[in-house]
């Protein structure tokens, strides 16, 4: 059974940082993208970061771009999501995402909180 795991979310002040973490099992997900979403309270969830499996090239939403940094560990089977500079804009429920192809989403994580403070 393929389970993602999220975690490293929390409260922060604005122009600070956090990492999240989200590690995959059940599974192995070498060749897959690996992506995070978020979700802020009454909007929909939206596309954040992702990375290949195979070049490790990775995409961004234009809004967190410069800020945001995705990478993977292959052995470990986990994602990471470095945030630096946050704004109160980005909090959000974080999901951790599992894809073949980017046109749909195979394997979601649970979520975890981030709250950015003014």
């Known amino acids: 059974q393929v389970q993602l795991v999220e975690s490293g979310g929390g409260l922060v002040q604005a122009g600070g940082s956090l990492r999240l973490s989200c590690a995959a099992s059940g599974g192995t997900f070498s060749s897959y993208y690996m992506c995070w979403f978020r979700q802020a309270p009454g909007k929909e969830r939206e596309f954040v970061a992702r990375?290949?499996?195979?070049?490790?090239?990775?995409s961004y939403i234009d809004s967190v771009k410069g800020r945001f940094t995705i990478s993977r560990d292959f052995a470990k089977n986990t994602v990471y999501l470095q945030m630096n500079s946050l704004k109160p804009e980005d909090t959000a429920v974080y999901y951790c995402?599992?894809?073949?192809?980017?046109?749909?989403?195979?394997?979601w994580g649970q979520g975890t909180q981030v709250t950015v403070s003014s």
């Open positions: 995402a599992v894809m073949r192809t980017i046109a749909l989403v195979d394997y």
């Open positions: 990375i290949s499996g195979s070049s490790g090239t990775t």
